[in-house]
């Protein structure tokens, strides 16, 4: 059974950073890509970051250079190291997993944690 379990969001000021980190079992990274996707108040999923079954890391276009998705296999964790933050990075983050090629999509997943609150403020 597939489980992932995300911590460390939470109440930042804009400018500041967070850490998030998600927990697997049941899989392995090595065989699954993984990724992060976060849903705004009243919008849809959109895709984050993400680190290929391969090694290959994909970001999307507004946190390419104020975020970093990173892998620890021996932990079966996988992280998403956020700086610089936002107003507009407020979100629910969710860690997702799957082996579809499509990794850098919101929807390319099988598997989804229950969501951690990222709130940046003034």
């Known amino acids: 059974q597939v489980q992932l379990v995300e911590s460390g969001g939470g109440l930042v000021q804009a400018g500041g950073s967070l850490r998030l980190s998600c927990a697997a079992s049941?899989?392995?990274?090595?065989?699954?890509?993984v990724g992060w996707v976060r849903q705004a108040p009243d919008k849809g999923r959109e895709f984050v970051a993400a680190?290929?079954?391969?090694?290959?890391?994909r970001y999307v276009d507004s946190v390419e250079v104020r975020f970093t998705v990173s892998v620890d296999n021996p932990k079966n964790t996988v992280y998403l190291q956020m700086s610089s933050l936002k107003l507009e990075d407020t979100a629910v983050y969710y860690c997702?997993?799957?082996?579809?090629?499509?990794?850098?999509?919101?929807?390319?997943?099988?598997?989804w944690g229950q969501g951690t609150q990222v709130t940046v403020s003034t």
């Open positions: 997702a997993a799957g082996t579809s090629p499509q990794y850098y999509r919101a929807n390319g997943y099988e598997y």
């Open positions: 049941g899989l392995t990274f090595t065989r699954y890509s």
């Open positions: 680190v290929s079954w391969s090694g290959r890391t």
